[in-house]
């Protein structure tokens, strides 16, 4: 759930740095889990480019910023001679293609006014490491480039940008349209200091977008005229994109009035719901590994729920919720969580000890705790899974907490205790918290 919008989404963590009432999907409970505010990743949602989600709006009448992509200067000079060809455009907008907002103010959005610009931008742009307020620190490398066409020509009126997105409000059980007549690259800035300029309309998904509601959008955005009617077309059909795809968010930022009054979509950041894609097949391959984890994709490859952290303790478990708990017992124990690990209902040796070799491949990690509840699963077999697991992988340098609860739980400890290796057993979550501090004490 990606990055860069801004709604009110109860059940979240609140970014202290916004205005009241203003949480970013970033900080999503599950999605953010400790509040990572660099991090994008969001469980059960797929992130892609911006030219995918360009080519998913054009197929419900979007309008968009027409563009080529390129994955070298040579390949972007003859994106942009087929792009003059077909749209008449003679300058260009060559646009770093990351999985992040503000590439603009990062030097990943550049115009070039010739070919010759387009081939030098393209190559300072391919293979940078891009560093944006989305990316941390250590930025994402850039693969591709889409070259656009220049939409910002003179004619009859003022060109004028906005701001929209199409998004779940989990507190009313609708979907709500956000809009601003502030659009551009410092939305931010605008929902933390004029939060009175954010417009909201909610829709309800049991009827859809009303028409009456696409025309009270475009009459607050204040257009009027060919415009007012481009907008009306804009919102429904971009409502519409939003809704037959079952995705997590649509943001357009901005949405693009036009000198000659066109409306159209000049950016487009789309979040993909994961759990909808068995009716979407076909979206599956718009996944872009280059931009995940690279223990996070090793993770999904095996089935397993992980979302790296910047903490010490590495943790797995089986389920969500217990997940959340075991991190805030991390927390409390005076450790910081290193991971989100979910092996699920049935562990058994293989995924364990999956989990055990990409926890260890963070060099943070001074401790794992493993915490299961053996419901579906009994608790002795996750011990001999355990127990499998730590000889297959040999030496494992860091100590290891292993907390089991629920069917056989005592033979599930009894098998721990009486292994010989480096692992300490708990029956009570709060046992398993003095174990982490013991152990992170003596390093």
Known sequence: MQ????????????????????????????????????????LTSMNIHEYQGKEILKRYGVRVQEGITANTAEEAVEAAKKLTAETGTSWYVVKAQIHAGGRGKGGGVKLAK????????????????????????????????????DVYYPGESETKEYYMSVLLDRATGKNVIIYTTEGGMDIEEVAEEHPDKINKEYVDPAVG????????????????????????????????????????MFEINPVLKTSDNKILAVDAK??????????????????????????????????????????NVGCMVNGAGLAMATMDIIKLSGGEPANFLDVGGGANAQTVE??????????????????????????????????EAYKNIGDIKV??????????????ARIIDESGLKVYSAVLLKDAAEKVKEVLAMQ
């Open 270 to 311: 789309v979040t993909l719901d994961e759990n909808a894609l068995y009716r979407h097949k076909d979206f599956a391959a718009l996944r872009d590994t280059n931009e995940e984890d690279p223990l996070e994709v090793e993770a999904s490859e095996s089935n397993l729920n992980y979302v790296k952290l910047d903490g």
């Open 3 to 42: 990055t860069g919008c801004f709604c009110e989404m109860p059940g979240t963590y609140q970014n202290p740095a916004e205005s009241p009432g203003s949480v970013s999907p970033d900080y999503c409970l599950l999605s953010r889990l400790l509040i990572r505010p660099e991090s994008h990743f969001q």
């Open 209 to 248: 977008l009303r028409p009456f509601q696409a025309s009270k959008i475009a009459f607050n955005l204040g257009l009027t005229g060919p415009a007012q009617k481009e907008m009306v077309k804009f919102v429904s059909a971009l409502y519409k994109a939003y809704d037959d795809t079952d995705s997590a």
């Open 399 to 412: 100590p290891i907490i292993v907390r089991l609860q629920g069917t056989n739980a005592e033979e599930g």
């Open 114 to 149: 010739n070919l010759e610009q387009v081939k030098d931008i393209a190559g300072q742009i391919i293979g940078m490491q891009l560093v944006t307020k989305q990316t941390g620190a250590e930025g994402r490398k850039v693969h591709k480039v889409l070259v656009a066409q």
């Open 354 to 387: 999956a989990g055990f070799r990409i926890i260890l491949k963070d060099p943070n990690v001074k401790a794992i705790l493993i915490n299961i509840f053996g419901g579906i699963v009994r608790c002795d077999r996750v011990a001999n899974g355990v127990v």
